[in-house]
């Protein structure tokens, strides 16, 4: 099978809501030409208000990795960009009417059954890689989290997550070539703790949030009077603690699905730097905030070699 670039086959509309400003949006996936990359349009703002997916446009990684160019401002694109890795697709418009992507059910999964029912379009022109050739290496002494890129024939990623939490426990995951993104990454939805909800809302986060989109890790037995504020929150009848230390909202669709919603972050996150990489990132509670700095890293140096 030839390496060229690929594209969408035809225009796909979703819509939703977003998952901060709780916002309705409608958003539309359109077919680009070769070496096009992945561009937003925010067709509230104009014809012309773009943003390239690009880490040069990166201004925010709090709960979500938000692009800005002047006036231009899209928030919560990683799902969507992990799709279109995953996926195999590399140049695509996708214009939206809002601030932010819509966080559907809170994985890639909607995004990728719509794609896959009827392929990618190859076109005409060769993917252009970067090829690590020596080790970069980023550390957050704060948080912990370390992210290393390192030279090799073909893309992986070892990853790991510890939240120090005895639900969540220590967690990996790893992905080749060989991994199946659409069935083994793409379900994977985004997770939150319980603790922390109350303060995201204080903060005017997660509006768009509710018991269909996200994980709730609940590290210990919670009063009955704050769990029935915490359905309150969501507008709920009722929500409870599982034995396993859950909400009782959803059901894991795998044992590690945290580590592997954090994949499906990086991998997003990693579109950023504009091109494809030929390279092995090992990754320790890696956030966007650390994946975005790597890749602007890597983009850096791809930029230093195509100059030279």
């Given at each position: 099978?030839?390496?060229?670039?690929?594209t969408?086959?035809?225009?796909?509309?979703?819509?939703?809501?977003g998952?901060?400003?709780?916002?309705?949006?409608?958003?539309?996936?359109?077919?680009?030409p070769?070496?096009?990359?992945?561009?937003?349009?925010r067709?509230d703002?104009g014809?012309?208000?773009?943003v390239?997916?690009?880490?040069?446009y990166?201004?925010?990684?709090?709960r979500?990795?938000t692009?800005?160019?002047?006036p231009?401002?899209?928030?919560?694109?990683?799902?969507l960009?992990s799709?279109?890795?995953?996926?195999?697709?590399?140049?695509?418009?996708?214009?939206?009417?809002?601030?932010?992507?819509p966080i559907?059910?809170g994985?890639?999964?909607?995004?990728v059954?719509?794609?896959?029912?009827?392929?990618?379009?190859?076109?005409?022109?060769?993917?252009?890689?970067?090829?690590?050739?020596?080790?970069?290496?980023?550390?957050?002494?704060?948080?912990?989290?370390?992210?290393?890129?390192?030279?090799?024939?073909?893309?992986?990623?070892?990853l790991t997550?510890d939240?120090?939490?005895?639900?969540?426990?220590?967690?990996?995951f790893?992905?080749?070539?060989?991994?199946?993104?659409?069935?083994?990454?793409?379900?994977?939805?985004?997770?939150?703790?319980?603790h922390e909800?109350?303060?995201?809302?204080?903060?005017?986060l997660?509006?768009g949030?509710?018991?269909?989109?996200?994980?709730?890790?609940?590290?210990?037995?919670?009063?009955?009077?704050?769990l029935?504020r915490?359905?309150?929150?969501?507008?709920?009848e009722?929500v409870?603690?599982?034995?396993?230390?859950?909400?009782?909202?959803v059901?894991?669709?795998?044992?590690?699905e945290?580590a592997r919603?954090?994949?499906l972050?990086?991998?997003g996150?990693?579109?950023?730097?504009?091109?494809?990489?030929?390279?092995?990132?090992?990754?320790?509670?890696?956030?966007?905030r650390?994946?975005?700095?790597?890749?602007?890293i890597?983009?850096?140096?791809?930029?230093?070699?195509?100059?030279?």
């Amino acid at each position: 099978m030839s390496d060229n670039q690929r594209t969408l086959k035809r225009e796909y509309t979703f819509e939703g809501k977003g998952l901060h400003s709780g916002r309705k949006v409608t958003m539309k996936l359109s077919p680009a030409p070769a070496d096009y990359g992945i561009r937003f349009l925010r067709t509230d703002l104009g014809p012309d208000a773009c943003v390239d997916a690009l880490t040069d446009y990166v201004t925010c990684t709090q709960r979500g990795t938000t692009l800005e160019n002047g006036p231009v401002r899209v928030s919560t694109v990683e799902h969507l960009l992990s799709a279109f890795s995953g996926l195999g697709v590399d140049n695509a418009l996708v214009s939206v009417d809002a601030l932010e992507v819509p966080i559907m059910d809170g994985s890639a999964l909607p995004y990728v059954k719509a794609v896959c029912a009827d392929g990618l379009l190859e076109q005409d022109a060769p993917r252009r890689y970067y090829e690590v050739t020596e080790e970069i290496c980023l550390r957050d002494d704060a948080t912990g989290a370390e992210l290393r890129v390192l030279p090799a024939e073909e893309f992986s990623v070892d990853l790991t997550i510890d939240f120090n939490s005895h639900v969540l426990g220590v967690q990996t995951f790893h992905y080749d070539g060989s991994v199946d993104y659409a069935s083994e990454i793409a379900p994977c939805r985004t997770f939150v703790f319980f603790h922390e909800l109350e303060l995201l809302f204080k903060n005017n986060l997660i509006k768009g949030g509710d018991l269909e989109n996200a994980l709730v890790i609940v590290e210990h037995p919670v009063p009955e009077e704050d769990l029935a504020r915490m359905a309150a929150l969501f507008n709920v009848e009722k929500v409870d603690r599982l034995p396993d230390g859950y909400l009782d909202n959803v059901r894991l669709h795998f044992p590690n699905e945290c580590a592997r919603h954090k994949m499906l972050d990086l991998l997003g996150d990693f579109t950023l730097a504009g091109r494809r990489i030929r390279g092995r990132i090992v990754a320790r509670k890696s956030g966007h905030r650390i994946n975005t700095a790597v890749a602007r890293i890597v983009r850096e140096k791809m930029l230093q070699n195509d100059n030279k």
